[in-house]
C-alpha cells in the first residue's frame, strides 16, 4: 500500500450520520452514481432527500478525512437476522485506499452488535470494481439478473 494510501484510510473518522451532513452525503452519492451512470434521474433516488428518515431504522454512517465528508455507508434490518448493505461509497479521488474496506467493517461491526447472522447486497453486474470488492472482503456472488449481481456474507 503506498504511503498516501496508508494516510488516507489511516486519518478517516467514522460516525454515525447526523442532519448537518445531509447535503454532502447525497453530493457524494449522486456523484459516484453519475461517474457510473452519466446523466441521473433525481427522482430515482428519494431516500436521499432525507436520509435521516430514510434510514432512521438502520445505521448510516459517514467517513470524513480532513474535516470533509469522503464516505457514505449504510446497513438496514431486511429480515429477522438479515440485514442489507446500501448507499457504500467514497469519494473517486480516494478509492483503492483502504477507506471502503473501513466503512464495511464498521458495518459489519454494527451487524454483530445487532447480532444480524446475515448481511445481503446488491450492485450492478457491470460496475466490476464494486464486485470485486465485496468479493475479496469474503461476500459470495449467489443470484446474478437484469444486470445485478446479488451477494450475501454470513457472519455465524
Same mark, same amino acid.
Given at each position: ?26 453530493? %457524494?452519492?449522486?456523484? @459516484?452514481? /453519475?461517474? &457510473? ?10 431516500? $436521499? =432527500? ?43 479521488? %480516494?478509492?483503492?485506499? @483502504?477507506? /471502503?474496506? &473501513? ?10 452488535? $445487532? =447480532? ?41
Amino acid at each position: 500500500m503506498a504511503s498516501g494510501a496508508a494516510t488516507a484510510a489511516s486519518h478517516l473518522q467514522l460516525r454515525l450520520w447526523q442532519p448537518s451532513d445531509q447535503d454532502a452525503a447525497k453530493a %457524494l452519492i449522486l456523484a @459516484g452514481l /453519475g461517474e &457510473r451512470w452519466g446523466r441521473l434521474d433525481p427522482t430515482l433516488n428519494p431516500d $436521499l =432527500d432525507d436520509i435521516g428518515r430514510s434510514y432512521a431504522g438502520g445505521v448510516f454512517l459517514v467517513g470524513n478525512c480532513n474535516n470533509q465528508l469522503v464516505a457514505t455507508g449504510a446497513l438496514l434490518p431486511e429480515a429477522p437476522g438479515v440485514g442489507r448493505i446500501v448507499r457504500m461509497s467514497v469519494r473517486r479521488d %480516494l478509492r483503492g485506499q @483502504g477507506i /471502503g474496506r &473501513r466503512v464495511l467493517d464498521a458495518l459489519v461491526a454494527h451487524a454483530r452488535e $445487532l =447480532d444480524l447472522r446475515r448481511l445481503v447486497l446488491e450492485t450492478t453486474s457491470t460496475w466490476h470494481d464494486a464486485v470485486h470488492f465485496y468479493a475479496r472482503y469474503g461476500f459470495d456472488i449467489i443470484h446474478v439478473a437484469d444486470d445485478e449481481t446479488h451477494m450475501v456474507l454470513d457472519l455465524a
